[in-house]
């Protein structure tokens, strides 16, 4: 299946970004539209920090278990995504962009690995889906982002 990405512009710095993002529990914030029931385990950031969530998309509800596989500061994060009992493997890659008038350009790119017969007959809808989630997913990543730093300020 043919992978799908999103993104947006921020104006929080790479490293302002990368710092929010590298802590698996901020995903729960701006991703509980549609993953709940977070349960984390391993290390808070970084690599082999894991998170088990309930995915509700199209109808359908599976758990996916979530874990960093690779981290490069400050700009790229790449996550392995595991469901219906292994049949589904897909990498979340997260890739922040310095942007020239400042800012960033974040992107989030979903790649199956792995996908269930389901899924495949039905490539174009459960892309679909996928993209309409995670814009919803970048709008939010922006809004928790201006939280999160004018917190930490």
């Given at each position: 299946m043919k992978s799908v990405t999103v993104s947006i512009d921020v104006p929080q710095t790479?490293?302002?970004v990368y710092d929010f993002l590298d802590v698996m529990a901020h995903h729960e914030r701006f991703t509980n539209h549609y993953?709940?029931?977070?349960?984390?385990?391993g290390p808070g950031r970084g690599i082999?920090?894991?998170a088990t969530v309930t995915a509700a998309l199209g109808g359908t509800k599976t758990d996916v278990t979530i874990?960093?596989?690779?981290?490069?500061?400050?700009?790229r994060i790449v996550e392995r995504n595991v469901s219906a009992a292994g049949?589904?493997?897909?990498?979340?890659?997260?890739?922040?962009?310095?942007?020239?008038?400042?800012?960033?350009?974040?992107?989030?790119?979903?790649?199956?690995?792995?996908a269930p017969l389901a899924d495949r007959l039905l490539a174009?809808?459960?892309?679909?889906t996928m993209r309409r989630a995670?814009?919803?997913?970048?709008?939010?990543l922006a809004?928790?982002?201006a939280h999160h730093v004018s917190a930490t300020d």
């Open positions: 790479p490293e302002q993953l709940t029931n977070w349960r984390y385990s082999g920090s894991r874990e960093v596989v690779e981290a490069e500061a400050p700009g049949r589904r493997q897909a990498h979340g890659t997260y890739t922040i962009e310095p942007l020239r008038s400042g800012g960033s350009h974040v992107s989030f790119t979903y790649t199956w690995v792995r174009p809808v459960v892309r679909a995670n814009h919803t997913v970048m709008r939010r809004t928790e982002l």
